[in-house]
């Protein structure tokens, strides 16, 4: 199976629909902008693990050989709907960069800067990146249902993707409702990683994958036991990140999550074991929108003083463990389960 | 056809499929506000046009008797969707009032001003209403896939939706981004009512019912003739009380649409008409997104001293009439025409 060659594949069929789209808009004479923002976003990056976690699913399933068209396209649309969930998540956060870029609102708002001016445009840009945020929420789904499944894989793959979607939005909700209130509920954190996470990244794509080759309930099973631990260390690595990653690998700013007051496992951690005076600290600077950089560094001094760093790590090497266990009791496919356990590596040791 | 039965049976399958969501997320543990702000507002109230239409579209076609559970539930999604593209478009826009109370965003801001403060509490606000409004999004295809549709309704529905969904972003898109600038431009603004009303909600919800009963394309053409008349008498409607309805009323704030300055075709004929002197003002006030009631004043005396008021009424009428004639050459059955020119009269005469 080649990772490069699936990328490729995956692309093409976004890259084709875009195409078929801004055709669509020139016709109507419809903004051009609009597919214009969603193709540089979409192309500037990105690891298209959803959709390779969707292939390796269907291929965990039986899925023989490479994948035909209606699993490509599913493995597309969970593409454009991580498109969509990244677009509203930068605006939500207020984030500037995003994959080394401008982000959505970021860039159309400079787009508007000129006829409109700063204040409004700033306003205008937010707006219309919602808007091409639903878009590409309601095209994951065009993908989706034009994707020519079965009736029988559609009936299979729906409820999960109703799940999917479900929880990732519920996971969002959590983690926008409980930034800038820093307090060590840890299991809070914990639920944040699954659902915005661990579920949506990595057990639900294996799901729908293995639903299209009408993967059994055993099989489901053992995907998440896989999945949950990997998930989770992948979200406590990217907490890590944010809070100490290099910007220039990272593609983001660095201390963005600690400047967003983001409730992560790291954070609820050196809650747990910050003295008064530090607990102080972390309420004042983490409830300030706009915390300096002299604030996010002290910031960064608890996260390593009160050892919450190293927890972290350890608590990424233990469900690291705990999914390579997974694997070994599973008994998939030799290939899938290589690729499983290189992508366990990779998600927990990566430095972007 | 009991319009209030109907309107009755529509929301008894919004509030199962709601309360089927809220026992989801106490059993999750998550924030029961979600579906508590769905609720509040889609019960606050809403005329249930697209529901209305949308079973009318399928009487059309030659449904019978009282509609199934499966004709109910797409027009429920209809509803649903509808839900979602509210709260997006009062977060866009900055409104405030909505259905005589506050739009989703501002009752969750007021909801989170005691735990994060005024300033953090109108981000969160936003962004909690952005998600809300994606789960909207998402749960109207839920209902729809789960609404018990065969696979022929479902293979005739999904391009009518895919395209009631790509026409209204866009227009909105345009919508949003025209605000602020005024211009002569009646194609722009015309263009807008078309995409973001005419088809939207008057065309598509009569296509997609018809298409339930495997109505004809000549039926989808002769529905077609009488939607986008009156769909665009409905817009230019509420471009006129936007500007001059009474708010205990409409249910909006006075004015609303003057000071967000869209590019209404009441707002492109007064440009066309104005004195030098009057288009200056109109740039000024137009421009600025923290117009006073004293320019908004200004605003409005211009609309009528130009005309503008007096065109819009009769640009109403003469489509109020292409509407009730496309009527009388279309041969419905008879009760749908009744109803049809029920709605036509309500749509273009109403106050709210």
């Known amino acids: 199976m080649e990772l490069a060659d699936l990328r490729a594949r995956t692309d093409t069929v976004l890259n084709d629909f875009l195409a078929a ?31 390779l976690l969707c292939v390796l699913g269907w291929h965990a399933a039986g899925g023989q050989g490479s994948p035909p068209a209606p699993v490509l396209a599913t493995a597309a649309s969970l593409e454009m709907f991580h498109t969509f969930a990244l677009i509203h998540d930068d605006i939500m956060d207020g984030s500037d960069i995003r994959r080394g870029q401008p982000t959505v609102h970021q860039a159309l708002a400079a787009r508007y800067t000129a006829r409109h001016g700063a204040h409004a445009a700033d306003r205008l840009g937010a707006g219309a990146a919602v808007l091409i945020g639903d878009l590409a929420l309601a095209w994951s789904d065009e993908l989706l249902h034009t994707a020519g499944l079965s009736d029988a894989q559609l009936a299979d793959v729906l409820p999960l993707l109703d799940a999917m979607r479900t929880e990732v939005m519920y996971g969002q909700y959590l983690d926008l409702t409980a930034a800038g209130l820093p307090t060590g509920d840890l299991e809070l954190a914990m639920a944040i990683a699954r659902y915005k996470t661990a ?55 660095a201390l963005d999550d600690i400047r967003q007051g983001k409730h992560t496992a ?87």
């Open 266 to 352: 790291l954070l609820a951690l050196a809650w747990r074991h910050a003295t008064p005076a530090q607990q102080h600290q972390m309420n004042a600077l983490l409830s300030d929108p706009d915390m300096n950089l002299e604030g996010a560094l002290i910031i960064r001094s608890i996260l390593i003083a009160t050892g919450a760093r190293d927890t972290v790590e350890s608590m990424i090497t233990a469900r690291r463990t705990q999914a390579e266990q997974a694997l070994a009791r599973a008994g998939l496919p030799p290939a899938v389960a290589t690729a499983l356990r290189e992508l366990a590596t990779t998600a927990t040791a990566r430095a972007a």
């Open 199 to 253: 579920k949506y990244s990595v057990e639900r794509p294996l799901h729908i994958g293995a639903a299209l080759a009408a993967g059994s309930a055993r099989l489901r099973a053992d995907l998440s036991a896989y999945a949950l631990p990997v998930g989770e260390a992948f979200q406590l690595r990217d907490d890590l990140l944010g809070a100490f990653g290099a910007p220039e690998i990272t593609g983001k700013p």
């Open 21 to 51: 789209k801004a055709r669509t808009a020139a016709a109507c004479r419809w903004p051009d902008e609009v597919t214009g923002a969603l193709r540089d976003f979409l192309f500037a990056g990105g690891k298209r693990i959803r959709p």
